[in-house]
């Protein structure tokens, strides 16, 4: 028997397109809790394509702690959720979003990098509780 705790841990990551360049694509997830993906999880979901001069979603990857049954009683499981998602920019170089979050103890900051030629404002001040969930407002314009 399993019991479900109400804490998350997750990464939003919400991009403006303002290259002037054309569209940002989705090229690429891996998708692990401790090395393997299991049932306890909820795949990230993924923007596939954002146009140029719009905003929107474009990764959303949350988990929610579980609990295991123990003869002392419930103790939380050790899973976290973890993962790299890349997309194409226009010119051939590719964002990347990297992050490692565990529900029960938060994590570092989630990465976010753009490749040569463009900047991210926004990449590395998200709005978080406390570290466990963390919301990105990113702007990819060229440099």
Avoid: H, K
Avoid at 99 to 125: E, K, R
Wanted: with cysteine.
């Amino acid at each position: 028997m399993s019991w479900n705790n109400s804490q998350t841990c997750g990464v939003t990551v919400i991009v403006t397109n303002n290259t002037g360049q054309g569209a940002i694509t989705f090229n690429s997830l891996s998708f692990l809790q401790n090395s393997d993906y299991t049932n306890i999880g909820f795949p990230p979901l993924v923007c596939t394509t954002l146009d140029n001069n719009t905003s929107a979603t474009i990764l959303e990857a949350t988990y929610r702690q579980q609990w295991t049954s123990t003869e002392q009683g419930p103790v939380p499981a050790t899973s976290t959720t973890c993962g790299t998602a890349t997309f194409n920019l226009p010119n051939g170089s590719q964002l990347t979003i990297t992050w490692d979050l565990d529900a029960f103890n938060g994590g570092d900051q989630p990465q976010i990098v753009t490749g040569v030629g463009y900047s991210a404002s926004g990449a590395t001040t998200p709005t978080s509780d406390d570290g466990y969930n963390y919301t990105f407002n990113v702007t990819i314009a060229v440099q």
